[in-house]
């Protein structure tokens, strides 16, 4: 063998060595249904992961529709990170069934369910009529608008990492560790700003803000929606229109991504102001991150307030 075509051939070799030396630490796909679960991901898995998340900030969880593309990005997940608590009943399940990956199937080391060690909030106590149309049947599903349970979620997604790629754990630790502690420190911060707002009343649209009002004290006097995911009827309004007016509760809160025509029409009546906050990473264009998130509905809120 002549030098040049023994030079070609090392560098092949050196080449698949190298190629396979890259496989071996390539990075985890993760898939998420919704935006915070893939912000805190991010945090916790850095850059030893791709994440992905299928929900948009800016759209219901609730309601979406099971495109292909997102049946492919299931398919290629190594790990798929839900919300539970039935919130994305309507679509994950035809997603999982679509991407045909026996990874992330329910009970795999690929699936994670991120409700599994959060405390439940509104968890119904008798049978659950669901032909009434609640979409709520398991427990209020929005804990993730409380930022005490992003500590624990990101206990989850840790521990989950882990398992996945045991050659990681450190990495993973210390990446679970500094969130936290960051996150942790903004709680503190967002509680003290935060205290003038304990015990004011408010209004919501749908039942999507417990967890966010339960942290900061807030108490959610009533809902347009009288049942989750059901329209309101017209003599529904009618009493929440007296319900605020008799009890002077000046601010009506919903999601940015809902209609604005019932909580401004139900807002002029009581002579009421109107809140609408992003709910979600992403929720706005400048909201990046799981802690941005907070700043954003904080800030919104001190003025939503002023004056009230
Ligand atoms: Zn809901």
Redo the contacts with the bound molecule.
């Keep these: 063998m002549s030098t040049v075509k023994r030079i070609l051939w090392l560098t092949v070799w050196a080449t698949l060595a190298l190629g396979v030396g890259t496989a071996a630490h390539a990075k985890l796909n993760i898939v998420t249904t919704t935006s915070e679960l893939a912000a805190i991901a991010r945090a916790v898995g850095g850059d030893l992961v791709e994440v992905k998340a299928i929900a948009r900030g800016d759209q219901d969880p609730?309601f979406l529709e099971a495109k292909p593309s997102y049946m492919s990005a299931v398919n290629r997940a190594d790990l798929l990170i839900y919300n539970g608590l039935e919130l994305e009943i309507g679509w994950l399940p035809l997603l999982v069934q679509g991407g045909r990956n026996p990874q992330v199937l329910a009970g795999q080391q690929g699936n994670l369910d991120a409700s599994a060690d959060i405390p439940i909030l509104e968890v119904p106590s008798g049978m659950v009529d669901r032909s009434m149309g609640d979409?709520?049947p398991l427990g209020n599903?929005?804990y993730t608008l409380d930022p005490r349970n992003g500590l624990i979620i990101a206990e989850a997604i840790a521990a989950r990492l882990q398992g996945l790629s045991p050659e990681n754990a450190a990495l993973f630790s210390r990446n679970l560790k500094s969130f936290q502690q960051e996150l942790q420190r903004h709680i503190g911060q967002w509680e003290a700003r935060a205290k003038d707002l304990r015990g004011r009343r408010v209004v919501t649209y749908?039942?999507?803000l417990e967890y966010l009002a339960s942290w900061l004290g807030l108490v959610v006097a009533d809902y347009i929606e009288d049942k989750?995911g059901v329209p309101p009827s017209p003599r529904h309004i009618a009493e929440l229109v007296d319900h605020m007016k008799r009890d002077g509760i000046g601010v009506l809160l919903y999601a940015n991504f809902q209609d604005a025509t019932a909580p401004e029409r139900v807002a002029a009546q009581a002579n009421a102001r109107t809140l609408a906050l992003p709910i979600s990473v992403g929720g706005e264009p400048e909201i990046a991150t799981y802690i941005d998130l907070f700043e954003t509905i904080l800030g919104r809120l001190e003025k939503g307030f002023g004056g009230r």
């Design positions: 609730h979409i709520h599903p929005h749908h039942k999507n989750p």
